[in-house]
């Protein structure tokens, strides 16, 4: 298995305190992801990155930054956290650009609650 | 967008077999699928890349119709350990996964 570490695996936090969730990962890969899993949703992706400061806006952004100054981390911040932020948040990482032939392997996940 | 996952439930007992369907408003250049158990991480089962193209792993097979922009996953002669959530990915220009589809096998 792909060497992902994500952590805390569990939050709990009000509303309108940052939080930052750390993934980690051992396989020296290029490409990291963050995706936040929702019933009724699927995995939606939220920002990724290709490199060393290079990093993307996904799907559902807003309200979310990330940073990576390490190949092998990769961070997600709430900068204000509210309560639709509430989710399951997943750190996948691959060596080649999503989709290129090139499987996502995934963390286990950090649920998030924020009330 | 997000591609579409039908059915989004299948209740299975074991040895029947089921089918998975998964299909996008856009063109496609592949589709990945995973499998997720509750509480875990999602697993990679297999990329198709082609149109037309099918795979197999064990008892789990897929297609890929890129011209009708669709993907199938095929469950033959289920077992217990299938059960869980799979999800079909799409790729465009970055992932989309579907819903999901909740398959549990009863003994």
């Known amino acids: 298995d792909a060497g992902i570490t994500q952590s805390p695996r569990h939050k709990v936090t009000e509303t309108g305190t940052p939080v930052t969730l750390r993934c980690h990962q051992t396989?020296?890969?290029?490409?990291m992801y963050w995706y936040r899993q929702d019933p009724g949703h699927g995995l939606r992706l939220i920002h990724y990155?290709?490199?060393?400061?290079?990093?993307d806006k996904g799907e559902v952004s807003d309200g979310y930054s990330v940073s990576r100054s390490k190949t092998e981390d990769f961070l997600l911040t709430l900068e204000s956290a509210t309560s639709s932020q509430t989710s399951v948040y997943f750190c996948?990482?691959?060596?080649?650009?999503?989709?290129?032939?090139?499987?996502?392997?995934f963390g286990n996940g950090t649920r998030l609650t924020v009330t | 967008q997000q591609p579409v996952q039908s059915p989004q439930a299948v209740i299975l007992r074991e040895g029947e077999d089921a089918v998975i369907n998964c299909s996008s408003s856009k063109a496609l250049y592949s589709v990945h699928w995973y499998r997720q158990k509750h509480g875990e991480a999602p697993v990679f089962l297999m990329i198709l890349l082609k149109g037309g193209e099918q795979k197999g792993h064990d008892k789990i097979s897929a297609s890929f119709n890129e011209k009708k922009q669709q993907s199938s996953l095929y469950l033959t002669a289920s077992q217990l350990s299938y059960s869980g959530t799979y999800f079909c990915g799409t790729e465009l220009n970055d992932m989309r996964f579907g819903a999901g589809t909740r398959l549990t096998v009863k003994p």
């Open positions: 396989e020296n890969h290029r490409y």
């Open positions: 996948a990482i691959s060596p080649l650009r999503q989709g290129y032939n090139s499987p996502l392997h």
């Open positions: 990155s290709y490199g060393v400061k290079d990093t």
